[in-house]
């Protein structure tokens, strides 16, 4: 069941162009001159109840922009937006009821209050029931451990447990979406990963739909298996995980440990091999996965020597990410 649909969604800045010198300056006071940027440029997706999509670009692609379009902050310049049968910036109060918002550089926590009392404002605003508001504390203790910090003020915490204490706040009423901006920015391997494992938790038990922005791929690899890749305000790519970093990131190499060099090494380039190096006993042999696979490779190695220590390196998904660019531009 759809619950975004977007089309041909664009959003329009003016900016001023200041002219340089004296004599700009001069002009710049009677006639300003304007330039019309866009920030989003006739975007269209849709996404599914359950899904967890993950929304990647550079900073100014129009990551950013198009959540705050989908929240509701933004009015769009063009273009339909349907969240959950509402069009967000028509109806903010009552799309605001359904979705939950973490920005990672932004807080919905009262700086000098414990986060209990967050909490319970939160409570009360959005008119959560006695027993959902104690199974969430429970839940949010249980795997994001609040419960050690929930009476401490939130000018005391550190950035983890803000962060959080952040998305406890955009949970407790159960909403439908949940919108993450960088939500595990700055924070360390421990922490990051109680908050990827909480979210799949939320999304496994309550099928609660994720649109995750994010600068850090290792949340994507392990959060989203769609995502949607931006650039320049479009879209350059929506689609599978796999099949990005198959047609982007097919580059796979393979180092072993030799007992003795293999001199005639032939037959791998005809396999589909592409570059063969050693260096010692080591030997590093670089194919493209689309036109051959690890196990012939290593299968044609063990066949031929006394092989040991054999690892295999992909294309992280960072090069990836930028080799589209590369190629898109």
């Known amino acids: 069941?759809?619950?975004?649909?977007?089309?041909?969604?664009?959003?329009?800045?003016?900016?001023r162009k200041g002219r340089e010198g004296l004599t700009g300056a001069v002009k710049d006071v009677f006639r300003r001159e304007y330039k019309t940027i866009k920030a989003v440029d006739g975007v269209s997706f849709s996404i599914d109840k359950g899904?967890?999509?993950?929304?990647?670009?550079?900073?100014?692609?129009?990551?950013?922009?198009?959540?705050?379009m989908l929240i509701g902050i933004l009015v769009p310049t063009a273009g339909n937006i349907d969240v959950n049968g509402i069009v967000p910036h028509k109806h903010r109060e009552l799309n605001a009821k359904k979705i939950g918002v973490v920005f990672g550089q932004r807080t919905q926590l009262w700086w000098d209050i414990p986060v209990s009392e967050t909490l319970s404002l939160m409570r009360y605003m959005y008119d959560v029931p006695e027993k959902q508001y104690q199974e969430n504390l429970k839940i949010f203790s249980e795997i994001l451990g609040l419960d050690k910090f929930i009476h401490t003020p939130v000018r005391q915490l550190s950035l983890g447990q803000r962060m959080r204490a952040d998305i406890s706040v955009a949970l407790l009423h159960n909403p439908d979406i949940l919108y993450l901006d960088e939500p595990t920015i700055g924070l360390d391997v421990v922490v990051k990963e109680r908050i990827r494992e909480f979210i799949r938790e939320i999304n496994r038990t309550r099928?609660?739909?994720v649109i995750l922005a994010t600068h850090d791929m290792s949340d994507i690899e392990?959060?989203?298996?769609?995502?949607?890749?931006?650039?320049?305000?479009?879209i350059m790519y929506d689609g599978n995980l796999a099949t990005l970093k198959k047609k982007y990131g097919a580059e796979e190499s393979i180092v072993a440990d030799l007992a003795d060099k293999i001199e005639n090494t032939d037959e791998l380039y005809k396999l589909g091999v592409d570059q063969i190096k050693y260096l010692d006993n080591k030997i590093t042999i670089g194919y493209d996965s689309n036109k051959i696979n690890s196990s012939t490779v290593i299968r044609w190695l063990v066949d031929r020597a006394d092989t040991k220590n054999i690892s295999i390196t992909i294309t992280p998904i960072e090069d990836v990410i930028r080799k589209m660019y590369a190629v898109g531009s």
């Open 1 to 15: 069941m759809t619950i975004i649909s977007v089309e041909n969604l664009s959003k329009e800045y003016r900016q």
């Open 51 to 68: 899904e967890v999509v993950g929304y990647i670009g550079p900073n100014g692609a129009g990551k950013s922009t198009t959540i705050k």
């Open 207 to 209: 099928q609660t739909t």
């Open 222 to 234: 392990k959060l989203s298996s769609r995502v949607l890749v931006v650039n320049s305000g479009k």
